[in-house]
């Protein structure tokens, strides 16, 4: 039986992998379930998983829940906690699915007491993806993507020799607008922006879907995992969604790996491997289907992909400036403040005032997100 830590139990990777517990009775224990403001829903989760401790950053919603709750399970507020949260003695696995950057303290704090990392927080290796990979290859700790792409491509070296991959194919759906030019996306609504067509998400990475700084991400991810040049990775757009991922390799074999569009399948895979389980999760009919399309992404319209790239390749603290940049300009479109093609300007504004620092420390990394982000919310005010 393996322990878990749920970081972000309450969010919608949290709540899947909850689903994957129930559908392997014997297999897992939760240990910790840690969560931001959701009192009620991690209560509910409490009475049922019966952790030994429970944890919201919130220090409100943790009194909230306190104020009610009389059990067993020791309850805890504070960033503090969460930290002690990752490093929970018991926890054979940390499932880090925190939204945004506030996933990286705790995945490095998990990594220093030797766990192994079920990651579902692509801005931990976004921001700092060599920090963070040095430290697990120095605690001898195992990073198991749990994003569908991740996991597919990983799915896919499995018994491979990866001197031998040639490129990684990142496959993305297009989102709300495929086919659509910048004219076309002046005045969309929050609504066209979350209506994703395949997938159902968080709002903070179904915005990312559309703007496509969502597969950005993954690139500067991808890079950061698999040890390969930004060269070497190729996105293209796949509007049905099924085959998650694919890697060419040097003989001109191309690997692919091909599900439905549930999340739970690379959960499953993540928190079992190297065993593959039996699941009742929905199966691919591809009668039904009856076929598969692949076509260039558009990064002049959908310039999130564009400029991740560009981060990418400068390096050092500029994935974290971007993806400072882009947490603040979509919280801002969340809230009415700011229109969809703002999130552009707002992300390009901070990469070009940013002063860069190479081979950055943990702090230098915090610095340049907190400067991102004052220098974005500045722009917003204008």
Same mark, same amino acid.
């Given at each position: 039986?393996?322990?878990?830590? @749920?970081?972000?139990?309450?969010?919608?990777?949290?709540?899947q992998?909850?689903d994957?517990?129930?559908?392997?009775?014997?297999?897992?224990?939760?240990?910790?379930?840690?969560?931001?403001?959701?009192?009620?829903?991690?209560? &509910? $989760? +409490?009475?049922? *998983?019966?952790p030994?401790?429970?944890?919201?950053?919130?220090?409100?919603?943790?009194?909230?829940?306190?104020?009610?709750y009389?059990? /067993?399970?020791?309850? $805890? !507020?504070?960033?503090?906690?969460?930290?002690?949260?990752?490093?929970? %003695?018991?926890?054979d696995?940390?499932?880090?699915?925190?939204?945004?950057?506030?996933?990286?303290?705790?995945?490095?704090?998990?990594?220093?007491?030797?766990?192994?990392?079920?990651?579902?927080?692509?801005?931990?290796?976004?921001?700092?993806?060599?920090?963070?990979?040095?430290?697990?290859?120095?605690?001898?700790?195992?990073?198991? /993507?749990?994003?569908?792409?991740?996991?597919?491509?990983?799915?896919?070296? $499995?018994?491979?020799?990866?001197?031998?991959?040639?490129?990684? @194919?990142?496959?993305?759906?297009?989102?709300?607008?495929?086919?659509? &030019?910048?004219?076309?996306l002046?005045?969309?609504?929050?609504?066209?922006?979350?209506?994703?067509?395949?997938?159902?998400? !968080?709002?903070?990475?179904?915005?990312?879907?559309?703007?496509?700084?969502? &597969?950005?991400?993954?690139?500067?991810?991808?890079?950061?995992?698999? !040890?390969?040049?930004?060269d070497q +990775?190729?996105?293209?757009?796949?509007?049905?969604s099924?085959?998650?991922?694919? +890697? $060419?390799?040097?003989?001109?074999?191309?690997?692919?790996?091909?599900?439905?569009?549930?999340?739970?399948? /690379?959960?499953?895979?993540?928190?079992?491997?190297?065993?593959?389980?039996?699941?009742?999760? %929905?199966?691919?009919?591809?009668?039904?289907l009856?076929?598969?399309?692949?076509?260039?992404?558009?990064?002049?319209? *959908?310039?999130?992909?564009?400029?991740?790239?560009?981060a990418?390749?400068?390096? !050092?603290?500029? %994935?974290?400036?971007?993806?400072?940049?882009?947490?603040?300009?979509?919280?801002? *479109?969340?809230?009415?403040?700011?229109?969809?093609?703002?999130i552009?300007?707002?992300?390009?504004?901070?990469?070009?005032?940013?002063?860069?620092?190479y081979?950055?420390?943990?702090?230098?990394?915090?610095?340049?997100?907190?400067?991102?982000?004052? @220098?974005?919310?500045?722009?917003?005010?204008?």
């Amino acid at each position: 039986m393996k322990n878990l830590v @749920i970081l972000g139990s309450t969010g919608s990777i949290g709540t899947q992998t909850l689903d994957v517990v129930r559908e392997n009775p014997g297999l897992f224990h939760i240990s910790v379930l840690v969560a931001n403001t959701s009192d009620e829903l991690i209560e &509910k $989760q +409490i009475m049922e *998983f019966k952790p030994e401790l429970a944890v919201l950053s919130d220090n409100d919603a943790a009194e909230r829940l306190k104020s009610r709750y009389s059990g /067993p399970v020791k309850i $805890q !507020g504070g960033r503090q906690a969460v930290l002690e949260a990752a490093v929970y %003695p018991d926890a054979d696995v940390v499932v880090t699915s925190l939204m945004g950057f506030a996933g990286l303290e705790p995945t490095l704090a998990a990594l220093d007491a030797h766990k192994d990392i079920a990651l579902a927080n692509k801005e931990t290796l976004v921001v700092a993806g060599e920090l963070v990979m040095a430290k697990a290859r120095e605690k001898g700790c195992a990073i198991l /993507p749990v994003d569908s792409e991740h996991c597919a491509l990983f799915q896919c070296l $499995q018994g491979q020799d990866r001197k031998a991959v040639e490129k990684l @194919i990142l496959t993305a759906s297009g989102g709300p607008f495929r086919g659509k &030019k910048t004219s076309d996306l002046t005045n969309v609504t929050k609504k066209d922006v979350l209506a994703h067509p395949t997938w159902n998400m !968080g709002q903070k990475i179904t915005v990312d879907s559309a703007s496509l700084v969502n &597969k950005g991400l993954e690139v500067i991810e991808a890079k950061w995992l698999y !040890g390969v040049s930004y060269d070497q +990775i190729q996105v293209v757009v796949h509007p049905q969604s099924i085959v998650h991922s694919m +890697i $060419q390799y040097h003989d001109g074999t191309v690997m692919a790996q091909l599900g439905c569009t549930d999340m739970r399948l /690379p959960i499953q895979y993540a928190l079992t491997y190297p065993d593959r389980v039996k699941s009742h999760f %929905p199966r691919v009919d591809f009668y039904e289907l009856g076929k598969l399309t692949f076509e260039k992404p558009d990064m002049e319209t *959908f310039r999130g992909l564009k400029l991740a790239f560009e981060a990418g390749r400068t390096g !050092g603290t500029m %994935p974290c400036v971007m993806n400072a940049a882009n947490e603040v300009a979509v919280g801002a *479109f969340l809230k009415g403040e700011a229109g969809f093609l703002k999130i552009y300007d707002l992300i390009e504004n901070a990469m070009d005032k940013a002063k860069v620092e190479y081979n950055p420390s943990l702090e230098q990394l915090l610095e340049a997100d907190r400067w991102a982000r004052e @220098i974005t919310q500045k722009e917003l005010s204008k």
